[in-house]
């Protein structure tokens, strides 16, 4: 009897410290992406390089799912939605026009650091590539 308690509380506590690690990890991607301004440094559309379209937005990620990306004239009002098991992020600017529309889609997350994102997503068989950066 005394081992089933013991098995069940180790049991309990594993999944606690899993459920915080997890956690963890989300505010950590929460910070990254929501400390500092983005810009995207490249964008292929198959093989077209469209980087200099976005040349004039900056793109600002928030704790609470939004995103805005602004130029001098400006702002496209979104959401987006960052995944730390499938390390995917979702962004969605439904009344935006392109290029930024062009970001409407689940990307799934190549490489990464502190400041920089890579990422890809396929869109009516064309693999779009994005390169986002830190300011």
């Not at 308690?5 to 989300?26: D, H, R, T």
């Not at 500092?36 to 900056?58: A, L, R």
């Not at 009002?77 to 098991?85: E, I, L, P, S, Y």
């Amino acid at each position: 009897m005394k081992k089933l308690v013991w098995i069940s509380i180790m049991v309990c506590l594993l999944g606690a410290c899993a459920k915080a690690i997890e956690e963890k990890k989300e505010d950590i991607i929460l910070d990254a992406m929501t400390n500092g301004q983005w810009y995207i440094y490249s964008f292929k559309e198959g093989s077209t390089d469209i980087s200099s379209s976005f040349s004039p937005y900056t793109f600002q990620f928030y704790r609470d799912g939004k995103v805005s990306g602004f130029t001098t004239e400006t702002e496209d009002k979104g959401t987006w939605v960052g995944d730390v098991n499938t390390l995917s992020i979702i962004t969605n600017f439904p009344a935006a026009s392109e290029p930024v529309s062009k970001l409407n889609a689940t990307w799934k997350i190549t490489n990464n650091t502190w400041d920089y994102v890579k990422a890809e997503t396929t869109v009516q068989g064309v693999k779009n590539l994005l390169h986002l950066k830190k300011k």
